[in-house]
T-cell receptor, first 111, second 112 residues
Framework: GEDVEQSLFLSVREGDSSVINCTYT??????LYWYKQEPGAGLQLLTY?????DMKQDQRLTVLLNKKDKHLSLRIADTQTGDSAIYFC???????????FGSGTRLQVQP | DTAVSQTPKYLVTQMGNDKSIKCEQN?????MYWYKQDSKKFLKIMFS???????INETVPNRFSPKSPDKAHLNLHINSLELGDSAVYFC???????????FGPGTRLTVT
């Protein structure tokens, strides 16, 4: 079945760039997503990328997709303390019309 | 206006009780979902409805029964609650195409 993996924890200093990585196994994934979850809150869709794209930029966020290696990354430029949260990578399971989520990466931003 | 809302936000109950969680979306999307997030933050799909029709039913105990009275609502009823049911339950809604899913704020269920 599909599997999505992420590292569990990342710590950066305020103002630095953060890079959160994700690998997936389903080569037929058509869309890949990044969600943010702040403490006690639901998941907020940050951005998504279609599988025929290599890169997508949206303000401070840059998504890179290496389809050959099945590797997705989210770069946050000029990381702020408000970016501290758990970031989930997800892929769309075209067969089931559901998303398979990674385990989440907890980003800690130090002042 | 909240796009996807859930009630209640918190639910504390005893083992063996029956409880329901309600979800409503005002996005006009065709597909709604229930996810369970455990204490380690792992998210797993439970059910999905498309236009009131059940399309995903994962390996979930049959004590859990979803009900979709219309496209905008998807409720989750749980019978005979167990300690292991304690989790945060998220409702989500998505449209066709990119299937961007929009999540509700979650319902934290604690079974004592």
């Amino acid at each position: 079945g599909e599997d999505v993996e992420q590292s569990l924890f990342l710590s950066v200093r305020e103002g630095d760039s953060s890079v959160i990585n994700c690998t997936y196994t389903d080569s037929s994934s058509t869309y890949l997503y990044w969600y943010k979850q702040e403490p006690g809150a639901g998941l907020q869709l940050l951005t998504y990328i279609f599988s025929n794209m290599d890169m997508k930029q949206d303000q401070r966020l840059t998504v890179l997709l290496n389809k050959k290696d099945k590797h997705l990354s989210l770069r946050i430029a000029d990381t702020q303390t408000g970016d501290s949260a758990i970031y989930f990578c997800a892929e769309r399971d075209t067969g089931r019309r559901a998303l398979t989520f990674g385990s989440g990466t907890r980003l800690q931003v130090q002042p | 206006d909240t796009a996807v809302s859930q009630t209640p936000k918190y639910l504390v109950t005893q083992m063996g009780n029956d409880k329901s969680i309600k979800c409503e979306q005002n996005l006009g999307h065709d597909t709604m979902y229930w996810y369970k997030q455990d204490s380690k933050k792992f998210l797993k799909i439970m059910f999905s409805y498309n236009n009131k029709e059940l399309i995903i039913n994962e390996t979930v105990p049959n004590r859990f029964s979803p009900k979709s009275p219309d496209k905008a609502h998807l409720n989750l009823h749980i019978n005979s609650l167990e300690l292991g049911d304690s989790a945060v339950y998220f409702c989500a809604a998505a449209s066709g195409g990119t299937y961007e899913q929009y999540f509700g704020p979650g319902t934290r269920l604690t079974v004592t």
